[in-house]
């Protein structure tokens, strides 16, 4: 699955002479956390998230008055709050290396840029729905979480006898073991009795580490 298959494709954008209050409520109106900023081209410069804007407000403590400090942020401009260096993707970059480069960037959303133009976003929402798809988190069955050893044919062994039970594999998910030696799959299926698939998994020596049906 690549990033194109599930960014949004028309991104609420601002342009660099918008205002940190303007910005603040293009959010509110579009329910989005972050924004990226274009310059009269159209071209990205930067982002910016609901987090810059809230942390520029001004304190509570702040000797200013109420009038000083709303004429202070009607003049702030995003340029001054916003990420300049931007971290994108491409369109054809695979989903998983997207979350990858968000989690070890700390962040929340990748713009996505084709050829220079910003085409699409991809943000931590769109990975979490992708991510209660692969476990089938909206599929009623039997979920199995199993520990195994890693090693070749371990997964073809369970799909084979599950599928020789009669089952339908809703979703299968492999996770690392507590050391190398181990794997962990979690496997929804439907169509087979709890205590026949169980049987069969043990059969196979895998170790159950949790089944409920969900």
């Known amino acids: 699955m690549l990033v194109q298959e599930r960014m949004s494709t028309h991104p609420v954008t601002i342009t660099t002479e918008t205002t940190m209050t303007d910005a603040l409520r293009v959010m509110r109106e579009n329910q989005v956390r972050r924004l990226p900023v274009l310059d009269e081209t159209g071209r990205l410069v930067g982002i910016v998230s609901e987090k810059d804007l809230l942390y520029a407000s001004p304190s509570p403590a702040t000797s200013l008055s109420i009038y000083e400090m709303h004429y202070m942020l009607t003049q702030l401009r995003v340029t001054e709050l916003m990420t300049s260096d931007v971290i994108t993707v491409a369109p054809d970059v695979p989903l998983e290396e997207a979350a990858r480069i968000m989690a070890d960037n700390k962040i929340g959303g990748l713009p996505v840029v084709d050829d220079g133009d910003l085409v699409g976003i991809i943000t931590e929402t769109d990975i979490f729905k992708v991510f209660l ?82």
Do not use: W, Y
């Open 133 to 214: 798809e692969l476990l089938g988190a909206r599929e009623k069955g039997l979920r199995l979480t199993l520990l195994i050893p890693e090693r070749k044919g371990e997964i073809a062994r369970i799909t084979t006898e599950i599928a020789r039970l009669g089952g339908n594999i809703l979703a299968l998910g492999t996770f690392l073991g507590d050391d190398p030696t181990t794997a962990v799959v979690t496997v929804k299926v439907e169509d087979v009795p709890a205590a026949e698939l169980e049987a069969a998994m043990r059969d196979l020596n895998c170790t159950i580490l949790d089944s409920r049906e969900i």
